[in-house]
C-alpha cells in the first residue's frame, strides 16, 4: 500500500489546518490508521489513530484540539487541527496498521507516508 499524506503549511497560532492522507494499494477499511509526529531532533511521536469501527484515540497533548475522520469509500483519513500552537511544529506521518495492535506505538503500523511539514508560528 502507498499512503500520500497532504496539508501542511504555515499557521499562526491558534489557527487550523486539515491533513489528509490518501492510501491506494488496498482497501483499508479494515486497517486501522494513525497519525503520527516529529518535530526536529525528537522521536517520532503519536498523534492519533482511528480504529476500523471509527473510534478516534487521540495523545494527551491534542485531545480536544484535534479531530481524527475517515472515508472509507474514498480511502482517506484526515486529521483536523484546530487550536494549533507552536508546540505542534512538525512533520506529521500518517501510517496503516494491519491487523490489530496498541495504535500509540510506532512499532505497531506497518507502512507509513513520506509526512508532511506542519509550521505553527507564534
Known amino acids: 500500500v502507498q499512503l500520500q499524506a497532504y496539508g501542511g503549511g504555515l499557521v499562526q497560532a491558534g489557527g487550523s489546518l486539515r491533513l489528509s492522507c490518501v492510501a491506494s494499494?488496498?482497501?483499508?477499511?479494515?486497517?486501522?490508521m494513525g497519525w503520527f509526529r516529529q518535530a526536529p531532533g525528537k522521536e517520532r511521536d503519536f498523534v492519533a489513530a482511528?480504529?476500523?469501527?471509527?473510534?478516534?484515540y487521540y495523545a494527551d497533548s491534542v485531545r480536544g484540539r484535534f479531530t481524527i475522520s475517515r472515508d472509507n469509500a474514498k480511502n482517506t483519513v484526515d486529521l483536523q487541527m484546530n487550536d494549533l500552537k507552536p508546540e505542534d511544529t512538525a512533520v506529521y506521518y500518517c501510517?496503516?496498521?494491519?491487523?490489530?495492535?496498541?495504535?500509540?506505538?510506532?512499532?505497531?503500523?506497518?507502512?507509513w507516508g513520506q509526512g508532511t511539514q506542519v509550521t505553527v508560528s507564534s
Open positions: 501510517a496503516i496498521q494491519y491487523g490489530s495492535g496498541g495504535y500509540s506505538f510506532k512499532s505497531s503500523y506497518h507502512d
Open positions: 482511528i480504529s476500523r469501527r471509527g473510534d478516534g
Open positions: 494499494g488496498r482497501t483499508f477499511s479494515s486497517d486501522a
